[in-house]
């Protein structure tokens, strides 16, 4: 199995912030990886697939970089309605989630 | 459009088993991949595994593999989950998920509640 790690596991932040979080994978996984959004109660939401393309309907203050095993997930100006915990996914063998980084309000 | 409506939460005591159902509208069943994804209390997204419901052959989570079945049933576009020997640590929060196409999107379902206690 792949393994996927994720840091920072939390992190507070202020409105208008920006923050970084960073997905390392076990294997090449060229650029196989999502990016998910989820909050209790509802569905994961897909906000950025193939490593850099933004889903239909998500803001621009979302992005993703990289490739192979070494992946950024970023936004740009952190909103209130960001608060949520942010999932890295790879689908290059099978699928495969980060634990997880927590995104709160400083 | 996509629809993915799951049966309802299930409530079961260790040692008991649970099937869960997906039922599809709005695609070609046989077309994409279906995963079954689980979020238990203060976990993260846990994949179990998936079918292709083209040919029934599927793939598990090491951790879940001989205690999980994934099936579907083809005439009424719809997967099943089983989970057996269930322990309080299967306590979750149960997704099915259409795998991604080459120009469509994962599609979610709203979640079945699953718990296990005495």
């Known amino acids: 199995d792949i393994q996927m790690t994720q840091s920072p596991s939390s992190l507070s932040a202020s409105v208008g912030d920006r923050v970084t979080i960073t997905c390392q994978a076990s294997q090449d996984l060229k650029i196989y990886l999502n990016w998910y959004q989820y909050k209790p109660g509802k569905a994961p939401k897909l906000l950025i697939y193939d490593a850099s393309k933004l889903a239909i309907g998500v803001p621009s203050r979302f992005s993703g970089r990289g490739s192979g095993t070494d992946f950024t997930f970023t936004i740009s100006s952190l909103q209130p309605e960001d608060i949520a915990t942010y999932y890295c996914q790879q689908y290059n063998n099978l699928i495969t989630f980060g634990p997880g980084t927590k995104v709160d309000f400083k | 459009q996509v629809q993915l409506v799951q049966s309802g939460a299930e409530v079961k005591k260790p040692g008991a088993s649970v099937k869960l159902s997906c039922k599809t509208s709005?695609?070609?069943?046989?077309?994409?991949?279906m995963h079954w994804v689980r979020q238990a209390p203060g976990q993260g997204l846990e994949w179990v595994g998936r079918?292709?419901?083209?040919?029934?052959?599927?793939n598990y989570a090491q951790k879940f593999q001989g205690r999980v079945t994934v099936t579907r049933d083809t005439s009424s576009s719809t997967a099943y989950m089983e989970l057996i020997r269930l322990r309080s640590d299967d306590t979750a929060v149960y997704f099915c998920?259409?795998?991604?196409?080459?120009?469509?999107?994962?599609?979610w379902s709203q979640g079945t509640q699953v718990t296990v206690s005495s």
């Open positions: 709005g695609y070609t069943f046989t077309a994409y991949y």
């Open positions: 079918i292709d419901p083209k040919n029934g052959a599927t």
């Open positions: 998920m259409r795998g991604s196409g080459s120009d469509s999107s994962p599609v």
